[in-house]
């Protein structure tokens, strides 16, 4: 069998791969840095968003599996989903629960999509990365192909990945080893959310590679475990006190203000000001 990753470096990526290759997998991963070849891991130095790369790799290659962890716009993703899903025996396309709309009830694969149900036509004019996805998972629904799979993780975190509301590590992280304040949202503070560890997720893409069962079918893969924003503060707030000798301060600010401090405004209007549960 063989695997191709598209991109397949990060917090689910990584994780994927020693499955796949610790199941006796070859698996081949394209990558913009060069990286060393594992055991039944080779590396393909290159820009997979590039489609002339793409076409010349993939020319007289087939695959077995074909996993996309690549974001794209929506008339990029159009032009090579022909390519790509000739080109594989299953092609596993990562998408996000971040499409869905609120609910007050547990998300599940048959939720309302933010594309279907949003009413916000400048929102709607945008392909913000919740849409792109939604209308990408869409082009899938309407290729005449069938042998795609549509993976929805939500918010991951790894060793070397941990997330808060909208701010990546880099820059939360950095403002409290170097004794600043963390800013965070007051209305956001208050929401539940879902974090799943990567290697979870990754063991849910695993079982469904080379099931023809999943073909055409959409899969959620998060914990059932929910927390609000709140709680999560505080535990990396503990931590932190624990290995810096302090407790990080932190400041909450209202929604008007805190969108003026970080350029991420659908992703808060429309999906961390949402309580997110599964």
Not at 183 to 190: E, H, L, N
Not at 221 to 250: A, C, D, F, Q
Request: aromatic share 12%; proline share 1%; glycine share 6%.
């Amino acid at each position: 069998m063989k695997v191709l990753l598209l991109g397949g470096t990060g917090a689910i990526g990584k994780e994927l791969v020693h499955l796949l290759s610790a199941s006796g997998i070859e698996t081949i991963v394209t990558s913009r840095k060069i990286r060393e070849d594992e055991r039944l891991v080779r590396y393909i130095q290159g820009n997979a968003q590039d489609v002339k790369f793409l076409q010349e790799f993939l020319a007289g290659n087939q695959w077995d599996a074909i996993v996309d962890f690549m974001v794209y716009t929506t008339p990029s993703f159009n032009e090579r989903v022909n390519l790509l899903l000739s080109s594989t025996s299953q092609y596993v396309f990562i998408s996000s629960a971040r499409v869905y709309a609120d609910s007050d009830q547990p998300i599940t694969e048959n939720s309302f999509r933010l594309l279907d149900v949003c009413e916000d036509q400048r929102f709607l004019s945008t392909d913000e990365y919740s849409l792109a996805k939604a209308r990408q998972e869409d082009i899938l629904g309407n290729s005449g192909s069938h042998n795609w799979t549509i993976i929805r993780p939500y918010i991951t975190y790894s060793e070397k990945r941990l997330q808060l509301g909208v701010f990546e590590k880099e820059e939360w992280l950095y403002r409290a080893l170097h004794g600043r304040t963390i800013v965070f949202s007051k209305d956001i503070y208050t929401k539940k959310t879902t974090m799943t560890y990567g290697l979870d997720v990754a063991k849910g893409i695993f079982a469904i590679i080379g099931n023809s069962k999943s073909f055409g079918e959409t899969f959620n893969i998060t914990t059932k475990n929910s927390y609000t924003w709140k709680y999560i503060v505080s535990n990396y707030l503990e931590v932190l006190e624990k290995h810096l000798g302090y407790r990080p301060k932190v400041m909450l600010q209202d929604l008007d203000k805190f969108l003026m401090c970080k350029s991420a405004k659908y992703q808060i209007l429309y999906d961390r000001l949402y309580n997110r549960q599964f």
